[in-house]
């Protein structure tokens, strides 16, 4: 039994930490509320949180794209994580961080939205196959790690445990600082099956650590269209410097979504269940900045919306590499520095006091692609995708630099979003 794995996984990482000359309080303050599972949510909010999530993702990829590698990363991830910590952003913070995330719905209706879509998210792949013959999987879990005897805002606690089900749990960043990292980043490791080890590297917490929010995606699925094993060979790939590498290609011929203009080809591969899919932009030679600079939320809706069935001889690599990276930097340069500035953070919506900032954001990630898949996803899939009149296939060699996102079909929400520079990098 062959199956088609995309394996993804992420998580986020934020601190907030305690201003200098700021005392904390003793007491504990612990939500009791449980997770709202039916929110009274309309379909136009969970539109408009999907419309500015999917525009916050290009913007932050044209920030972390800057450097010349390989790229990958969960913009849903980093987006709840930051909603989370919105939750706690009082004044000009608040501002700031709504114009830079592109959250336009108030706080009362944007939480709400975000367990909407999140609860809408765990209902995917139901029956639908996954890796070595396990289910298909997408893992969203958020967790609090909170400072024993600081004193957190209750409404701040039920907001989160109502709308993201994350809990408070306490450890003692003042005596026990590394014990805390790596209880924080074992949490992390065994909710994505192991993919993310050392999410939080050592100096990032110290004693005035109070609160660090926590996000983790773990993502499995079969392609419900396999590669044949047997047809991979290795073939040419062209970097952006002019230098060729070799690499496995893989190939397959089947009616897929596609669409092509004179600057890029376009072609959608959908996981088992077609619910979630995989879109590969594959600029024309020599057009991999110019396509990418222009790239954003709503030419990628035009490209998927003018895409439809063709049949298309595809020829693309076997992929496996990591992203790692703080994203203080990014998250500055789209104007929400202020969260990170001790003198003007304002998080008094966490403790009621304004003794709180974000001391950094840190991201990381893995994707690993290759041929696998289930000869009854293929079957259901060959039966969905035939057409009524033969066509010459469309030839789609994947052998330069493309970009790629994985996402929700039903929403047209983006879970995952990279590019491919060097499918032979780790």
């Not at 972390?64 to 004044?91: E, V």
Request: aromatic share 10%; proline share 5%; with cysteine.
């Amino acid at each position: 039994m062959r199956k088609t794995v995309l394996l993804a996984v992420t998580a986020v990482l934020l601190i907030l930490t305690a201003c200098a000359g700021q005392p904390a309080a003793a007491e504990v303050a612990q939500s009791d509320k449980p997770r709202d599972t039916s929110p009274a949510v309309g379909k136009d909010d969970v539109e408009v949180l999907v419309k500015g999530n999917n525009a916050f993702s290009f913007n932050l990829y044209h920030r972390l794209a800057q450097k010349g590698d390989n790229l990958f990363f969960s913009p849903f991830s980093i987006s709840q994580a930051l909603a989370m910590t919105y939750a706690g952003a009082r004044g000009e913070t608040e501002k700031a961080m709504a114009q830079a995330l592109s959250f336009t719905l108030p706080q009362d209706r944007l939480h709400p939205a975000f367990n909407s879509l999140d609860l809408q998210l765990k209902q995917r792949g139901q029956g639908a196959k996954g890796k070595d013959g396990k289910g298909f999987t997408l893992n969203i879990v958020n967790a609090l790690w909170g400072q024993k005897g600081f004193d957190f805002l209750p409404a701040f606690l039920d907001t989160l445990a109502q709308n993201y089900g994350a809990g408070l749990r306490l450890v003692d960043f003042i005596n026990q600082t590394e014990a805390s990292r790596l209880t924080i980043n074992n949490w992390v490791s065994d909710q994505t099956e192991g993919r993310i080890k050392d999410l939080n590297p050592p100096g990032v917490m110290n004693q005035m650590t109070r609160l660090v929010l926590t996000n983790a995606i773990y993502f499995n699925a079969a392609w419900q269209y396999p590669f044949d094993k047997n047809a991979t060979s290795d073939g040419v790939f062209h970097l952006l410097d002019g230098k060729n590498i070799t690499v496995p290609m893989m190939h397959q011929t089947r009616s897929f979504n596609y669409t092509e203009s004179t600057d890029y080809q376009a072609v959608e591969l959908p996981y088992d269940g077609g619910e979630l899919s995989m879109v590969i932009l594959l600029p024309k030679g020599g057009h991999f900045n110019t396509f990418g600079e222009k790239l954003d939320a709503t030419r990628v809706q035009q490209i998927i919306r003018q895409m439809a069935h063709r049949e298309v001889a595809l020829t693309m690599p076997r992929f496996t590499y990591q992203s790692s990276f703080s994203l203080k930097g990014a998250l500055s340069d789209l104007g929400m520095g202020v969260a990170f500035d001790p003198a003007s953070a304002d998080f008094s919506g966490i403790d009621g006091r304004r003794d709180l900032f974000i001391q950094d954001a840190l991201h990381k990630a893995f994707v690993a692609v290759d041929e696998a898949g289930t000869e009854a996803a293929a079957a259901t899939a060959v039966i969905i995708g035939l057409t009524s009149v033969p066509q010459r296939p469309v030839e789609m060699k994947v052998s330069r630099p493309f970009i790629f996102l994985i996402r929700d079909i039903p929403t047209d929400s983006t879970i995952f979003l990279g590019r491919v520079l060097n499918p032979a990098a780790r």
